[in-house]
């Protein structure tokens, strides 16, 4: 049966979307906002998902693109929308996809902002001073020590259920994106501030109980709605390691420290599918944008080794 609202249409998608990949909430809200500003285009012209034909999707991209949108925004709104008419064409809703024809904007290689090793020596330095109690700063090196060590996306490092870190682990069990779970070495320094944290933890957890409050089970309680920290609030702090450590706020973000942790295994000698690997990255193609960190080694390769470079510096 053919949902009779554009409403009705993108929450049935969403729900069919989430039950075959497990989305999370947040790729849930992304997927939302755009068609909810595909729908909110169409109103003037009282056209609905059902009778939109290629036409007005590409009128829609044209406004995207005048409106200043960047490429990336572009492409993830047609990604959204393409999603969408490929899921009512096979569910009967529409006979033909409106969306097939049309081609992306393509996108912009940018290479990530990188922080070199000082930096991120300073943020964790920083991050062992940041703090009103002893609690506060060790929660806040264990955070960050996690955080360069494995690599992991900043919602998963904020949802770590307790039991993972059980038993002084050399590996994390991680859950990440479509629900799909992998093992993330822990270097020594993790691994003691963990200890270290945990010890805290317990301790505020014991407390908690003999006050017939629930115990969490996550490794980064809250009394928030979720039982954890959330990213928002992980991005706050951050930005308060970064003014510590005398580097701009803007250029340190949680997925800033991901990308260092990737570009320095590569510099030191990783492989592109091990990385792979420790990122969670479904494609390889995602995780070649870090090999633009080969560049000056491979040079350096070059330069102090092939016989012709030797050569020409006795000339």
């Not at 930005?239 to 590569?266: D, E, I, M």
């Not at 592109?272 to 560049?295: N, P």
Request: charged share 25%; hydrophobic share 40%.
């Amino acid at each position: 049966m053919i949902p009779r609202t554009d409403d009705r249409w993108i929450e049935l998608f969403l729900d069919a979307k989430t039950a075959e990949q497990g989305l999370a909430h947040n790729s849930q809200l992304a997927y939302l906002r755009d068609l909810a500003g595909f729908k909110a285009f169409l109103v003037p012209a009282r056209t609905t998902f059902d009778a939109v034909t290629q036409s007005d999707i590409e009128a829609y991209l044209i406004d995207c693109d005048i409106a200043g949108l960047a490429k990336t925004t572009r492409a993830r709104r047609l990604s959204a929308i393409k999603q969408l008419y490929r899921f009512a064409y096979l569910e009967g809703w529409r006979e033909d996809n409106p969306s097939l024809q049309i081609a992306g904007p393509g996108r912009d290689k940018r290479l990530p902002k990188v922080l070199s090793t000082t930096d991120v020596d300073q943020l964790l330095a920083a991050a062992e001073r940041c703090g009103k109690t002893a609690q506060d700063r060790q929660r806040n090196i264990c955070l960050m020590q996690l955080l360069y060590a494995t690599g992991m996306r900043v919602t998963e490092l904020m949802s770590l259920p307790i039991l993972a870190a059980r038993g002084d682990p050399r590996l994390l069990l991680v859950r990440g994106k479509g629900d799909k779970e992998r093992l993330v070495p822990l270097s020594p320094p993790a691994r003691k501030e963990l200890a270290a944290w945990l010890v805290i933890r317990d301790r505020d957890e014991v407390a908690k109980k003999t006050k017939g409050a629930p115990g969490s089970r996550f490794l980064f309680p809250s009394h928030g709605k979720l039982g954890h920290l959330t990213r928002h609030w992980f991005f706050g702090l951050i930005k308060t390691l970064a003014n510590g450590a005398g580097l701009p706020p803007n250029s340190v973000t949680p997925h800033t420290l991901r990308h260092a942790f990737a570009t320095h295994l590569l510099a030191n000698g990783a492989d592109l599918r091990s990385i792979q690997t420790l990122l969670g990255h479904a494609d390889i193609a995602t995780t070649e944008i870090y090999t633009h960190v080969l560049e000056a080694r491979l040079r350096s390769l070059v330069l102090d080794h092939h016989p012709l470079s030797r050569a020409s510096d006795t000339r």
